[in-house]
């Protein structure tokens, strides 16, 4: 669930609205900014998605929550009308839907290509602009590269270009040689 950032068809009427009120408030690049904040918040803070998604938490407590979140982050209003709205209207849960569909949204209007790349260990300087480097070449555009490390894929990487993922990592080769032997 930390990493489930899919569009829904919730999320997506939510991300339409807020990424159509953020273009006419001249806040685009604002808001996108507080949706990085948000995902990663989201990614890393168990306490975040309880507060989201329990259902023993009222609408009201969970606006309250989101509000004092974004308020401690300095969020664009924009950004607080949005999590106060959906909120009280008990989607708090459709938070990662609303965040990938802005993220998809934004992609389609500036031409960004996002790259998550998922390795097993941080990766040098050097690397990431080799990663990079053949992104370009690939895709013909830069893209836009954010890391994670999992370590639990042993080695190698795991790179996601939109919807796209390309696994080279050391524990998906295990286990297709695994399932091979089985077979045989």
Do not use: H
């Not at 401690?72 to 209207?89: D, H, I, M, P, Y």
């Not at 990079?132 to 690939?138: G, I, N, V």
Request: hydrophobic share 45%.
């Amino acid at each position: 669930m930390a990493d489930d950032f899919r569009t829904t068809q919730v999320g997506e009427r939510y991300a339409q609205a807020l990424f159509e009120l953020a273009e006419d408030k001249g806040a685009l690049d604002a808001v996108r900014a507080d949706m990085a904040s948000l995902k990663a918040a989201w990614k890393d803070s168990a306490d975040l998605r309880r507060l989201a998604t329990s259902p023993v938490i009222s609408a009201d407590d969970q606006a309250k929550g989101l509000l004092a979140i974004a308020d401690k982050a300095k969020f664009n209003a924009v950004t607080c009308n949005l999590l106060g709205l959906v909120a009280k209207n008990g989607r708090a849960v459709d938070l990662p839907g609303v965040i990938a569909g802005f993220e998809a949204l934004y992609a389609k209007k500036t031409g960004v290509v996002a790259a998550e790349i998922i390795s097993a260990v941080e990766l040098t300087a050097a690397q990431s602009k080799k990663i990079q480097s053949e992104l370009r070449t690939a895709l013909g555009r830069d893209p836009e590269l954010t890391t994670r490390i999992d370590p639990s894929i042993l080695g190698g990487l795991k790179v996601k270009v939109g919807s796209k993922l390309f696994d080279a990592s050391l524990k998906t080769k295990l286990d297709q040689m695994t399932f091979a032997l089985k077979r045989a």
